[in-house]
């Protein structure tokens, strides 16, 4: 079990080239995943982060793997690969205090 009990989000973390951004912003709705940003590196406007947050109660292990599976094959469209995305346990906290 994770250090933070049941009830934990999981930090998705994915460098990504700008051409992938519309597409990725569709595609992360078409699967009901509302909790994501981008983010636009300083120092580079071909570069971005998909940074979504996943309730672990809604995503197991085999569902962040099929998350995965889903992003990669729209980067090859574009003749990119994509680098492994990190995940980080992120406890769950009540943010409207």
Do not use: C
């Amino acid at each position: 079990m994770s250090q933070f009990g049941k009830n934990f989000w999981w930090r998705f973390e994915l460098i990504f080239p700008w051409e992938l951004e519309e597409t990725f912003i569709w595609q992360l709705g078409e699967l009901g995943i509302r909790t994501f940003a981008v983010q636009h590196a300083p120092d580079s406007n071909k570069k971005k982060t998909l940074i979504a947050w996943l309730h672990s109660s809604e995503w197991s292990k085999n569902d962040r793997d099929g998350l995965i599976q889903y992003l990669y094959p729209l980067a090859k469209t574009f003749d990119v690969l994509l680098p492994n995305p990190s995940w980080e346990q992120i406890s769950d906290e009540d943010w409207t205090q």
